[in-house]
């Protein structure tokens, strides 16, 4: 969060073909890796929004997590936060033990999962398949210049939820993409 001076976290996991995250793994302590500081940026002021769609797919989570936890910590932001959170299988979810955790202290923030692959056939903890325009019409705010859609997940996902937007009449400028 922003009151986190002088270090910083990082959530890596770990992909068999993943060149960065195979330099990650084999890093000791104490090791160093020279960096430089994320493109695009989301400034976030409290209240500047009523409500605040999240998509996030994979490890598109990771500036979702920085972005929620922050309004969270607010008890002066009355900010509704909705995450929709897309992966291919139970396993592939990235701090969903954290997420339930936020989710359960506050009644601002709802999370709402997707799974390509459920664990069994009747799971019920959210959606099966991908995400679709039926479940971010369940999901995310309503459209207008009170809301604002937050996107970070793999190219193709960001390609449908951008067709999926439009679809539900989301314009350009109420729509962000870490």
């Not at 770990?14 to 302590?29: D, R």
């Not at 979810?93 to 359960?104: Q, S, V, Y």
């Amino acid at each position: 969060t922003n009151d986190q001076l002088g270090s910083f976290d990082l959530v890596i996991k770990v992909y068999p073909q993943g060149l960065m995250t195979k330099q990650f793994e084999s890093m000791q302590v104490g090791d160093t890796i020279e960096m430089i500081k994320p493109v695009g940026r989301m400034e976030y002021r409290k209240n500047q929004y009523k409500h605040i769609g999240m998509i996030a797919g994979g490890t598109g989570i990771t500036p979702m997590l920085q972005v929620g936890a922050e309004m969270l910590k607010r008890a002066d932001d009355h900010t509704r936060v909705s995450l929709v959170f897309a992966n291919r299988t139970f396993g592939d979810i990235i701090l969903k033990e954290k997420l339930d955790e936020m989710a359960a202290s506050s009644n601002k923030l709802t999370v709402h999962y997707v799974l390509e692959q459920p664990p069994v056939p009747d799971w019920k903890e959210g959606d099966i398949g991908f995400v679709t325009p039926a479940i971010l019409r369940r999901t995310m705010p309503q459209r207008g210049d009170d809301c604002k859609v937050l996107l970070c997940g793999p190219p193709p996902m960001l390609a449908a939820m951008d067709r999926a937007l439009g679809e539900l009449g989301f314009a350009e400028q109420h729509i962000f993409k870490f």
